[in-house]
């Protein structure tokens, strides 16, 4: 993958939104950029860490090992957000991988940049840690979830999850394309359970569907799901 300047200076990533403005001058000139095909590996889980990147067009999912053959999906990055902070410290190995769902263009910066990024811009440095306690409460009520929330629960918040991050398109469809394998590993669930589940809501008049696409027919129903699973789930 090679890294080289392929786009402008227009600066509108996580770094950029937060840092001073007399510091986008050093991130433009420290900042690499590199397209990304459909499918492309950005980093690897237990790869050594070498820097942050942050998306600049395009989706990224953000996901780990769940065994040899499955994958978690943790989140969906897209348009500034950030990437690889997780492997700060500790080990310096990133715990988690990065694909791009969709082709896009991805920002790299050093390891070097990024934490005397952290020492200038204060700022930046708060923003980054409410990030951090943000993704850490998610992380913990996912975990919490796989271990109590029935799967259609988890399904259903899922669907909700990604249409509230995504929004809709012109006819209604949920706007990301998904594949139901990704979609099992978001919800935590193997392939053939999702399936079932996905043909259960349609029965339901809960969802409607066009090929991959996914539309929410009856939101507080789905919701309803969710709030049911979690009066399931022990405190």
Known sequence: MVKKNLISDNCDCFLCKHAIKEWHAAISAHK???KVKKG???FKEGDPVTGVYFVYSGTVKVYKKWD??????IRFARDGAILGHRGIGGDAIYPVSASALEAGVVCYIDMDFFEASLKVNPEFA???????????????KKMRNLAHMPVKGRVAEALILLNKQFGTSSEGYISIDLS????????GA????VFRVINELVAEQLITLSGKSIAIANYDGLLSLT????TQVPV
């Open 32 to 34: 690499k950029s590199f």
């Open 180 to 187: 139901r394998q990704d979609l099992a590993s978001y919800a």
């Open 40 to 42: 492309e590996k950005i």
């Open 190 to 193: 193997t392939y053939e359970t």
């Open 68 to 73: 040899a053959e499955k994958e978690l999906i």
């Open 126 to 140: 708060y923003r980054l840690l409410m990030f951090f306690a943000d993704e850490l409460r998610e992380s913990e």
């Open 227 to 230: 709030q049911e699973a979690a």
